[in-house]
């Protein structure tokens, strides 16, 4: 099997820990030779686990896309707002790009970097990796074979799950849509994506409403202070306690944060990094809950539920046919199918990976892999064209929310916002 070379554009959660350890499960079929990071400790840290040189690990993505190209593909994690340029001096530069959701906050940026892959005929794979889960690749294999009919209407929720909701999104490098996405793209693309993926069919038109409901300071305890460790009065009643999380049974959640994961190393950290803070006094923008209403080209209808006050992190979904239904629940891995004319249930239990997404992080990386070595010319599964249409139902869905739940016109909205 011909091995690939890879550069890997920022070090962090997703980089370092999603999709490099490919490379060291899977030594002879993936290589990753350069990487460029800024934080120090998480450079060096890469540099020792993947045995890089030191002329190949660069603090910037600048610093790396200025030399000639080193390898076959670049994987770029860096943060949403920071993908449109890496993105198209890479692929100028003759990579394979496989990049991290969402594209880009920006609808013109997203619809760019779709052209410039195809102008330098390279693969622009985006990170959907719910499509390479078992889960969601046998109930689409369903579907496409009739079992359950026509699809007449999908009803999907994402439990964000309050730990994840707390972590992410109000603390974390999600909280706020100016500095990285709407809820609705940097979480909920994925969703998006997924919709898309199983009706096959354009999305014509969506209404969505939702807001920032709980995490303010309207709801912070009585006499809380601005961080957790600065004697908070409510310690014993509230939640979201930090120390709570991130010491004892948290303490996994830690390393997302900091590379010391000492009790010190992790206090230091509460005391000192937007992780410590009060979760209702943070500079967080981001919605708690959203809804949105999708038409189909078909007439086909979807609604989409997003709520960060659920006990589990998953995804429930209900699949309604004109011959049958499908109802699953992603964490459970398990979906029934309903026959209506026999009235058979036939329960299919997929294979439970403990890999991140469920096997989908390892399988979009092996699946890149494989259209890479093969490449000549055409789409990947979760192409740049295929991420641009269910970016786009996210863009539009934010753009109703803002604005009291109009409807959008998707494809009014791709002509107003993005010249092509």
């Given at each position: 099997?011909?091995?690939?070379?890879a550069?890997?554009?920022?070090a962090?959660?997703?980089?370092?820990?999603?999709?490099?350890?490919?490379?060291?499960?899977?030594p002879?079929?993936?290589?990753i030779?350069?990487?460029?990071?800024?934080?120090?400790?998480?450079?060096?840290?890469?540099?020792?686990?993947?045995?890089?040189?030191?002329?190949h690990?660069?603090?910037?993505?600048?610093?790396?896309?200025?030399?000639?190209?080193?390898?076959?593909?670049?994987?770029?994690?860096?943060?949403?707002?920071m993908?449109?340029?890496?993105?198209l001096?890479a692929?100028?530069?003759g990579?394979?790009?496989?990049?991290?959701?969402?594209?880009?906050?920006?609808?013109?940026?997203?619809v760019?970097?779709?052209l410039m892959?195809?102008?330098?005929?390279r693969?622009?794979?985006?990170?959907h990796?719910?499509?390479?889960?078992?889960?969601?690749?046998?109930?689409?294999?369903v579907i496409?074979?009739?079992k359950?009919?026509q699809?007449v209407?999908?009803?999907?929720n994402e439990?964000?799950?309050?730990?994840?909701?707390?972590?992410?999104?109000?603390r974390?490098?999600?909280?706020?849509?100016?500095?990285?996405?709407?809820?609705i793209?940097?979480?909920?693309?994925h969703d998006m994506?997924i919709?898309?993926?199983?009706?096959?069919?354009p999305c014509?038109?969506?209404?969505?409403?939702?807001?920032?409901?709980?995490f303010?300071?309207e709801?912070?305890?009585e006499?809380a202070?601005?961080?957790?460790?600065?004697?908070?009065?409510?310690?014993?009643?509230?939640?979201?306690?930090?120390p709570?999380?991130?010491?004892?049974?948290?303490?996994?959640?830690?390393?997302?944060?900091?590379?010391?994961?000492?009790?010190?190393g992790?206090?230091?950290?509460?005391?000192?990094t937007?992780?410590?803070?009060?979760?209702?006094?943070?500079?967080?923008?981001v919605?708690?809950h959203?809804?949105?209403?999708?038409?189909?080209?078909?007439?086909?209808?979807?609604?989409?539920?997003?709520?960060?006050?659920?006990?589990?992190?998953?995804?429930?979904?209900?699949?309604?046919?004109?011959?049958?239904e499908?109802?699953?629940?992603?964490?459970?891995?398990?979906?029934?199918?309903?026959?209506?004319v026999?009235?058979?249930?036939?329960?299919?239990?997929?294979?439970?990976?403990?890999?991140?997404?469920?096997?989908?992080d390892v399988?979009?990386?092996?699946s890149f892999?494989r259209?890479v070595?093969?490449?000549?010319?055409g789409?990947?599964?979760?192409?740049?064209?295929?991420?641009?249409?269910s970016?786009l139902?996210?863009?539009?869905?934010?753009?109703?929310?803002?604005?009291?739940g109009?409807?959008?016109?998707?494809?009014?909205?791709?002509?107003?916002?993005?010249k092509?």
């Amino acid at each position: 099997m011909q091995k690939v070379t890879a550069i890997l554009l920022g070090a962090g959660s997703r980089g370092a820990h999603a999709y490099a350890p490919y490379a060291l499960n899977y030594p002879h079929e993936l290589d990753i030779i350069a990487v460029a990071e800024p934080d120090e400790d998480r450079r060096a840290a890469f540099i020792a686990a993947h045995g890089i040189s030191q002329d190949h690990a660069h603090a910037n993505w600048e610093e790396l896309l200025a030399q000639p190209k080193l390898a076959d593909i670049a994987i770029i994690c860096t943060q949403d707002q920071m993908h449109y340029e890496p993105t198209l001096k890479a692929l100028e530069l003759g990579y394979h790009v496989l990049l991290e959701k969402p594209m880009s906050p920006s609808p013109e940026e997203c619809v760019e970097m779709e052209l410039m892959a195809k102008k330098h005929n390279r693969l622009l794979t985006i990170c959907h990796v719910l499509r390479y889960t078992a889960f969601w690749t046998a109930m689409k294999r369903v579907i496409d074979e009739g079992k359950i009919g026509q699809i007449v209407s999908i009803q999907l929720n994402e439990n964000v799950g309050n730990m994840h909701m707390a972590h992410s999104f109000v603390r974390g490098n999600w909280n706020n849509s100016d500095t990285s996405s709407p809820m609705i793209l940097a979480k909920s693309c994925h969703d998006m994506d997924i919709l898309s993926y199983i009706m096959g069919e354009p999305c014509e038109r969506v209404s969505s409403f939702g807001s920032l409901m709980h995490f303010n300071a309207e709801n912070a305890p009585e006499g809380a202070p601005a961080r957790c460790l600065d004697g908070c009065p409510a310690e014993a009643s509230c939640q979201y306690y930090a120390p709570k999380y991130y010491l004892g049974s948290g303490r996994g959640w830690s390393a997302k944060f900091t590379t010391d994961t000492s009790l010190e190393g992790i206090l230091e950290a509460l005391r000192t990094t937007p992780y410590g803070k009060c979760v209702y006094r943070s500079d967080n923008n981001v919605v708690d809950h959203q809804v949105v209403n999708m038409e189909f080209a078909s007439g086909a209808t979807a609604m989409f539920s997003m709520c960060g006050f659920t006990r589990d992190n998953t995804r429930i979904v209900q699949v309604m046919g004109t011959k049958g239904e499908i109802r699953g629940n992603m964490e459970e891995h398990t979906f029934t199918v309903h026959d209506f004319v026999t009235n058979e249930q036939n329960v299919i239990h997929v294979h439970a990976s403990e890999e991140g997404h469920s096997g989908g992080d390892v399988g979009i990386v092996r699946s890149f892999l494989r259209e890479v070595r093969g490449y000549a010319g055409g789409e990947s599964e979760s192409s740049a064209a295929a991420s641009v249409r269910s970016h786009l139902m996210a863009f539009a869905a934010e753009e109703s929310r803002v604005n009291g739940g109009k409807p959008i016109e998707i494809e009014q909205f791709y002509k107003k916002l993005v010249k092509v």
